[in-house]
């Protein structure tokens, strides 16, 4: 399909699930382990983040949280979804936390897992910052794609599942060239600056959240202190709640899949059966490019 910028894949019918992935990722990284169960019951739709993936990105303009929020909002227009319950992981989670900041009638409740929410201190920053420098952080990253990245990405890619193991069928479906090569570092790049400047616009936002939000982070977590992110930023948002997932790393999609579609049934559902939280907040396969 045709018409944007942004790729996406869907399966099922029904109310609209939409899911978004994190940092050195693409949009199968949530797909894999959640579409098959969400679509049982929903029309769900992942998509790929502005510069990741099959998506396009216009360099220093699409590198906030913010803007990436509105990309995806501007690609859930065309394809006709409303009011849809939105799943988001680590950086993604930032991105659904900033899309029903900015656009809450398009929302109908978010499931942030483990998402960055305040400005702070980056590995990735170091890491991939410099390839964000315009001209010479161009040529950074052609080198170190042919260098450092070959060895240096599969263990970050194996440090983000600690404790845990990387799901042996996930580590054969998922297409890791898709989220490799100079563009896709250079995007990191860009991601990971821009969390100062938009995080501290999202930190004064949080009290004005109209949507009702769910986070959820493992309290194995090496990537995201989730004490620091998700539990304080739950405790500024009305109808926000936050839960612990014990012994579980950063990428918990893949290992409680059953609770997070739990919560966003909750969500739909309009209450908090599922685990017990009040909602709060308003009343209620394809592939291409959005």
């Given at each position: ?16 699930v ?18 098959p ?24 303009v ?105 799901p042996?069928?996930?580590a ?65 948002m ?53």
């Amino acid at each position: 399909m045709t018409g944007g910028d942004i790729a996406y894949v869907e399966a099922g019918t029904g109310t609209p699930v939409v899911l978004i992935h994190g940092t050195l990722m693409a949009l199968e990284d949530v797909w894999l382990p959640l579409a098959p169960f969400l679509s049982e019951r929903h029309r769900v739709v992942a998509f790929d983040r502005p510069g990741h993936g099959f998506s396009a990105r216009r360099r220093f303009v699409d590198a906030s949280p913010w803007r990436q929020a509105e990309a995806i909002r501007e690609a859930m227009d065309r394809l006709g979804i409303r009011r849809s319950v939105v799943v988001g992981h680590s950086f993604g989670g930032t991105v659904a936390l900033c899309l029903a900041l900015s656009a809450p009638e398009a929302v109908s409740g978010v499931v942030a897992l483990a998402p960055l929410c305040f400005p702070e201190p980056r590995l990735e920053q170091v890491l991939f910052g410099p390839r964000a420098v315009p001209g010479t952080g161009d040529e950074l990253a052609a080198i170190l794609a042919r260098t450092l990245d070959r060895g240096m990405l599969p263990l970050l890619r194996r440090a983000i599942f600690l404790p845990q193991a990387v799901p042996p069928g996930f580590a054969e479906r998922f297409p890791w060239a898709y989220a490799s090569g100079p563009e896709r570092m250079i995007a990191e790049g860009e991601d990971a600056v821009s969390i100062w400047t938009a995080m501290g616009r999202a930190a004064a936002a949080y009290p004005t959240c109209r949507v009702p939000v769910r986070i959820l982070g493992g309290t194995a977590d090496i990537v995201v202190n989730n004490a620091l992110h998700g539990a304080v930023a739950s405790a500024l948002m009305p109808g926000a709640r936050f839960a612990w997932l014990r012994g579980t790393g950063h990428m918990l999609h893949h290992f409680h899949q059953d609770r997070i579609v739990a919560e966003v049934e909750a969500l739909i559902a309009g209450a908090g059966a599922a685990t017990g939280w009040p909602c709060g907040g308003p009343a209620p396969p394809a592939a291409g490019a959005a």
